[in-house]
Every structure is written in structure tokens, then in C-alpha cells.
């Protein structure tokens, strides 16, 4: 996997299976947690290992990036390949994002602890691909977990940004 994402496609690290597209949570704690849960489900892991791997970095600083987007992210020595979760929120909520805006979108990347670079890479291409007003427009349209990932995953809009 080292060196597989230089021109990483975000279908490499989610599955249909990982999206939510109707995430119903009213606070920042609540998504983490729900989402540490339907990752520890599809990756057979303790949500609470997830949660706290979470909890640790949002205390280093938020992971809001704006736009109602955050990419909430962390290292867990249990897996070994990159994997992301998306979360589309049914009302927006409070994330202490950068510009104190309130977050709908949700992408979760979860790394090996020996990621190194390509976890950068990875949450490098997820941002930019959440800073792409066009795409996030449509991803709010929507709440079908295929065409959310048919969005996310689109190659040519993933490029645009």
C-alpha cells in the first residue's frame, strides 16, 4: 500500500457499506461515537477503541475544516489498510469547526499506525474533494448510501476540486 496513493482514489479506502446517509445525532460527541460504532462493526474493533483513538485527536484541534465538512480521523494499531466512513447528518450540528459554521458532512479515516504518508495522502484528497462546493451541494441532495457513494467515489469529481 506504501506509495498507492499518490493518485489515490477514494473508492480504494470505502465501501457502499461504510456510508450513513442519514446520520440523526445533535452533538460532535454523539457522531464520533456513532460513527466509532459503525466502523467497529464493519471492522470487527471495540467502537469504544475507535471513539478514544478519535477523542485523541480532536483534543490536538479540531478536525471541523468549514463548509459544514469535518474529517475526523485517528491511527489505530488493530488495522492494517487505510479505511474511510461517511456520515451524511440529518441537521447539522456544532463541531468547533474552524469557522465556527455547524457540520453536516462527515468523513472518517481511520489509518494504521504505520501509515505515515499515506494517511496524509488520504486525508489530503478527502479534503480536497469536501472543499468542492459542487460535489457537497449534490451529496446534500441526497440520501441514498449508493448514490452517496457513487458521488464521493466519482473519479472526474474528485479531480475538480
Same mark, same amino acid.
Given at each position: 500500500?506504501?506509495?498507492?496513493?499518490?493518485?489515490?482514489?477514494?473508492?480504494?479506502?470505502?465501501?457502499?457499506?461504510?456510508?450513513?446517509?442519514?446520520?440523526?445525532?445533535?452533538?460532535?460527541?454523539?457522531?464520533?461515537?456513532?460513527?466509532?460504532?459503525?466502523?467497529?462493526?464493519?471492522? =470487527?474493533?471495540? &467502537?469504544?477503541?475507535?471513539? !478514544?483513538? @478519535?477523542?485523541?485527536?480532536?483534543?490536538?484541534? *479540531?478536525? /471541523?475544516?468549514? #463548509?459544514?465538512?469535518?474529517?475526523?480521523?485517528?491511527?489505530?494499531?488493530?488495522?492494517?489498510?487505510?479505511?474511510?466512513?461517511?456520515?451524511?447528518?440529518?441537521?447539522?450540528?456544532?463541531? =468547533?469547526?474552524? &469557522?465556527?459554521?455547524?457540520? !453536516?458532512? @462527515?468523513?472518517?479515516?481511520?489509518?494504521?499506525? *504505520?501509515? /505515515?504518508?499515506? #494517511?496524509?495522502?488520504?486525508?489530503?484528497?478527502?479534503?480536497?474533494?469536501?472543499?468542492?462546493?459542487?460535489?457537497?451541494?449534490?451529496?446534500?441532495?441526497?440520501?441514498?448510501?449508493?448514490?452517496?457513494?457513487?458521488?464521493?467515489?466519482?473519479?472526474?469529481?474528485?479531480?475538480?476540486?
Amino acid at each position: 500500500m506504501i506509495g498507492a496513493l499518490n493518485a489515490m482514489d477514494i473508492a480504494e479506502i470505502l465501501t457502499p457499506q461504510c456510508i450513513v446517509p442519514k446520520l440523526s445525532v445533535t452533538s460532535k460527541k454523539q457522531a464520533l461515537q456513532a460513527l466509532a460504532k459503525h466502523a467497529g462493526s464493519i471492522l =470487527d474493533l471495540k &467502537d469504544r477503541t475507535i471513539f !478514544d483513538a @478519535l477523542l485523541r485527536r480532536e483534543r490536538l484541534g *479540531t478536525t /471541523g475544516v468549514g #463548509h459544514g465538512v469535518a474529517i475526523p480521523h485517528g491511527k489505530l494499531p488493530e488495522i492494517d489498510k487505510l479505511v474511510g466512513f461517511f456520515a451524511r447528518l440529518e441537521k447539522p450540528i456544532d463541531f =468547533d469547526a474552524v &469557522d465556527e459554521q455547524p457540520v !453536516d458532512l @462527515l468523513f472518517l479515516l481511520l489509518a494504521p499506525e *504505520t501509515a /505515515g504518508a499515506d #494517511h496524509l495522502k488520504a486525508l489530503a484528497r478527502v479534503s480536497r474533494l469536501l472543499r468542492n462546493r459542487a460535489i457537497c451541494d449534490k451529496i446534500r441532495g441526497s440520501s441514498d448510501a449508493d448514490a452517496l457513494f457513487a458521488l464521493i467515489t466519482d473519479n472526474h469529481a474528485s479531480f475538480a476540486a
